[in-house]
């Protein structure tokens, strides 16, 4: 490999190794929103889905908050030996640790009144045991926010929460909530910690949300609405999710949207990250794969609301606090604008319908707002079929970047280090915003896959003047309730795995660069066609660390013999400080697990080099990442 040091290329945008956010597998409630109770506001379409009750308990319907109207009301059993109460399931149990402590919120009316508020196991001991109980006192004739904090003394993946009425009397309760204290920044309604620090982990450049298909939703009227996820979270009206129901075998009926984490928490989150935001909206069309049928598109007449929606939130995002959305935003705790740069406008359509649709929201974003880059979508589709004609309908709306999704068996990766050699320099960029290869018929995170990934992104990299940005997905999946894999990081209730994905990513992430260097392997340019000799390759300069970046991928079942020079530098300067960062695993089928998380991490040893030459070897199916400083 000769890498010409003295021909710095391409910027590599600060955006090009990033993570896309969707509510699949249980990706927010029941993950990464860290609300423990299920149907807190008592409105999924059977009104006590995940919610038992025993003695004295009716709905009612005339609550606090006009989009949530339910509530319960517990009256006394009417025996002084029996109970009223009603026990909420979580999400497959609800998790709690030793020592933590965690918030019990209630909106709740009552004269004089007391609940008792317990984590139970009814389960594991063949009868019930309180864990932990508080008695809490409600004593207002209107409704009001109580709030008591439980500290469990064990640690226990499938507890319940249990709320009874002890005392003589009515009480009403409304939006019942447990969360942990301790929540990513120790936010009320926040972020589960350890979920929220593996996507920081990567050190993400972008982050799209809220999806993929459920932007979409089922049908129209289920497209996730922002405008209906910010404000208060009381009052934010409970959406269904089009992830409900993927195969036969894989259906969750109580699978829906609380939007108690939105777009005000999703800004949020970027922020956090330090990446940039790129929301999604939808262009007037259901899921393709749901329903296509040409009643279920809006018409192009009458996209006037959608398109209203999408400029709105460019203003909920940067608007001044003097303005509508820009005033929301700020009353939310965020008076800063989020300085949001990119929008996304529909996802995977690949029908003509699309184009004409994306045309009048590309019109009305360039007037209001000329500096937002907005993002179209292209294929390839399921059977990895590009659409030949939709690149050209970009290139004619004049989208600044086109989304492109890649869900591909090995052989697709293994041949596609060189999809983008050859993409036109002139028309928009590419956002390949879905990747994961599906290897050998089995859709999960073995090894093999995330070497595969690895080699395709040098074919990304190499080619950073027209690749901007590149996130894997789906990101999360609860290991009991996923309906797609594979995925970035799986969870339980107490515990998570980052995949050796993840550590694709993050290698990527952490080693991104500023510039791309030329690089030829047997003196001719490096292709990603195959690799050479199964070899892939590709190389950086990062300006801050005034580092030389070389990423190798071996994707046979041989060692190989590497001789890396830097060319083009002074004779007396010789580079310093070698790292060697390398991934590999002897199973090509092995991958990492919530019982054996560290099976398959990277491996960092310190190299010397020569003369500005490096020689070594390459062990079989490895990554390796050989990082000099001038
Ligand atoms: O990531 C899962 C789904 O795959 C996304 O929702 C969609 O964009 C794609 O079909």
């Not at 904090?149 to 009515?170: C, E, M, Q, W, Y």
């Not at 979920?195 to 993929?212: C, E, S």
């Not at 092995?590 to 010397?608: C, F, H, Q, W």
Request: with cysteine; net charge negative; proline share 6%.
């Amino acid at each position: 490999l000769t890498v010409q040091t003295n021909k710095i290329g391409a910027e590599i945008q600060p955006t090009m190794y990033g993570h896309f956010f969707e509510d699949i597998n249980f990706g927010a409630d029941g993950g990464l929103y860290a609300e423990l109770v299920k149907n807190r506001s008592f409105e999924f379409p059977q009104n006590l889905m995940g919610w038992d009750t025993f003695g004295n308990v009716t709905l009612q319907d005339d609550g606090p908050f006009e989009r949530n109207p339910h509530y319960v009301r517990l009256a006394a059993p009417g025996h002084p030996h029996k109970r009223t109460g009603i026990e909420n399931e979580g999400f497959f149990g609800i998790g709690i640790k030793s020592g933590e402590p965690y918030r019990f919120t209630v909106w709740a009316r009552g004269e004089n009144q007391k609940i008792r508020v317990e984590l139970i196991d009814n389960a594991s001991m063949g009868e019930t045991q309180v864990i932990t109980a508080k008695d809490l006192n409600i004593n207002s004739k209107e409704w009001k926010k109580y709030q008591v904090v439980l500290t469990p003394n064990v640690t226990f993946a499938k507890a319940h929460l249990r709320i009874f009425l002890d005392s003589p009397g009515t009480v009403d309760l409304e939006h019942v909530s447990l969360f942990p204290v301790n929540t990513w920044k120790n936010r009320e309604n926040g972020l589960r910690k350890d979920l929220v620090q593996a996507l920081a982990d990567t050190k993400p450049g972008v982050f799209r949300f809220p999806g993929g298909c459920i932007v979409e939703g089922t049908d129209i009227d289920d497209r996730y609405q922002w405008k209906n996820s910010v404000g208060p979270v009381e009052n934010r009206p409970l959406n269904s999710n089009r992830w409900e129901y993927t195969f036969p075998h894989r259906f969750y009926p109580d699978y829906f949207q609380s939007y108690g984490m939105g777009f005000f928490e999703l800004f949020l989150l970027a922020e956090d990250l330090g990446a940039e935001p790129l929301p999604v909206v939808n262009c007037g069309l259901a899921c393709q794969y749901q329903n296509n049928s040409p009643e279920a598109h809006v018409k192009v007449e009458d996209l006037g609301s959608y398109i209203q929606d999408a400029l709105d939130l460019i203003e909920f995002a940067n608007g001044d606090t003097n303005t509508k959305w820009g005033k929301l935003r700020a009353d939310m705790g965020h008076p800063d604008p989020f300085n949001l740069k990119f929008i996304g406008v529909g996802n995977e359509q690949w029908g003509p319908e699309y184009p004409e649709r994306l045309k009048p929201f590309v019109e009305a974003i360039r007037k209001a707002y000329p500096d937002i880059k907005i993002i179209g979508s292209s294929g390839p589709n399921s059977e990895g079929k590009d659409f030949d004609y939709l690149w050209p309908e970009m290139k004619k709306l004049k989208v600044d970047l086109v989304d492109e999704h890649f869900y591909r068996p090995e052989d697709w990766f293994l041949k596609s280090g060189s999809r983008y050699d050859n993409y036109d320099r002139k028309g928009p960029k590419v956002f390949a915003g879905e990747y994961a290869c599906h290897g050998r018929g089995k859709k999960w995170n073995h090894f093999h896959a995330s070497l595969l990934e690895a080699a395709f992104l040098t074919g990304v990299e190499r080619n950073a003047d027209v690749v901007h940005m590149a996130t894997y997905a789906p990101l999360l999946a609860h290991v009991e309730g996923w309906q797609w894999r594979p995925d970035l990081i799986w969870f339980d209730n107490l515990r998570s795995v980052r995949t050796c994905s993840w550590y694709v990513q993050s290698i990527y992430g952490h080693n991104a660069g500023s510039n791309v260097v030329p690089l030829t392997m047997d003196k001719k340019p490096v292709s990603g066609q195959e690799g050479q000799n199964g070899l892939f390759a590709s190389a950086v300069w990062d300006e801050p660390t005034q580092s030389y970046i070389v990423k190798v991928v071996n994707t046979s079942d041989k060692a190989q013999q590497l001789n890396v020079e830097f060319a083009g530098m002074k004779k007396s300067f010789q580079l310093t400080d070698g790292k060697c960062i390398t991934l590999h695993c002897d199973n090509p089928d092995a991958e990492n697990t919530l019982d054996e998380p560290d099976r398959i991490v990277p491996k960092e040893t310190s190299i010397g080099i020569e003369g500005n030459t490096l020689d070594t070897q390459i062990g079989p199916m490895t990554f390796a990442v050989y990082k000099f400083v001038k």
